[in-house]
């Protein structure tokens, strides 16, 4: 398979330091990728900003802005998180390689976007939450925090390394967008908040794993809508107990 890097955003979510904006877009035009999308930034055209992104300059004229997160991954079909802390509620951490080699085909061609957190915390839970996949960069005990724009260019090799690699093979699937997979959680929090499965002022860890959950099995359109069928025959049962099926 040839990846289309063009598919690609590489999303800096709330980057507190010009210089490491300019020197982002510089390690993404290093790697080929072209697409940088800035979600509550400081003011990325600065001076401090574009002298450390030389011939990347045009990548950070065309950045997009956006003031939240959801808004700016509501298009994509992939949504990808990098973070160096694990847990529980953050499900199993992917190396890029394996990534790349075993989930990103299934994107083939669709748009993909990549989370990169603040320099000092990196992405916040809620943040997370609305990624499908997420991503950890192998390093040394010792010291495993990276400055973004070295994680930036470490996911973009790997990305620029394995673009034409014949064993990524596509999967060809029509995968939901991250706005249809919102629209499918709020639906699912709220039947299972009514049948008492969620505590509505509390409801844990639940929903996070069940993200993490369908973001393995990279959902298509078809199945958001059948995911979603099921959920509104609950609903309708929970409204007419005893009554017969809807047609």
């Known amino acids: 398979m040839s990846l289309d890097l063009s598919r690609i955003r590489i999303v800096l979510v709330e980057p507190r330091v010009p210089e490491n904006i300019g020197m982002a877009a510089r390690a993404m035009k290093n790697c080929g990728l072209s697409r940088l999308a800035l979600v509550g930034a400081v003011d990325h055209l600065t001076p401090s900003a574009c002298r450390p992104a030389m011939e990347a300059l045009p990548i950070l004229e ?3 802005i956006f003031s939240d997160l959801p808004s700016a991954v509501a298009r994509s079909r992939m949504v990808v998180g990098t973070t160096r802390r694990g847990g529980q509620d953050r499900g199993p951490l992917h190396t890029p390689a394996e990534w790349i080699r075993d989930l990103l085909p ?6 993909v976007s990549i989370l990169f957190g603040t320099e000092k915390d990196g992405l916040t839970r809620e943040a997370v939450g609305l990624c499908d996949v997420l991503v950890r960069i192998p390093a040394h005990p010792d010291f495993v ?3 973004l724009a070295q994680a930036v260019l470490l996911i973009g090799y790997e990305l620029f390394r394995t673009a034409s690699d014949p064993r990524c093979e596509p999967k060809s699937l029509d995968l939901a967008t991250a706005g249809s997979r919102e629209s499918l959680f709020r639906h699912l929090d709220a039947v299972l908040t009514r049948i008492g499965f969620l505590r509505e002022d509390n409801p844990g860890r639940i929903l996070p794993t069940l ?30 107990r005893g009554g017969k099926k809807k047609d």
């Open 145 to 147: 925090s990276f400055n």
């Open 211 to 240: 993200r993490r959950l369908f973001g393995r099995t990279s959902l298509e359109e078809r199945e958001v809508r059948v995911l979603r069928g099921i959920l509104s025959q609950v609903e309708w049962a929970l409204e007419h």
């Open 62 to 64: 065309a950045a997009e």
């Open 106 to 111: 299934r994107a083939a061609g669709q748009e």
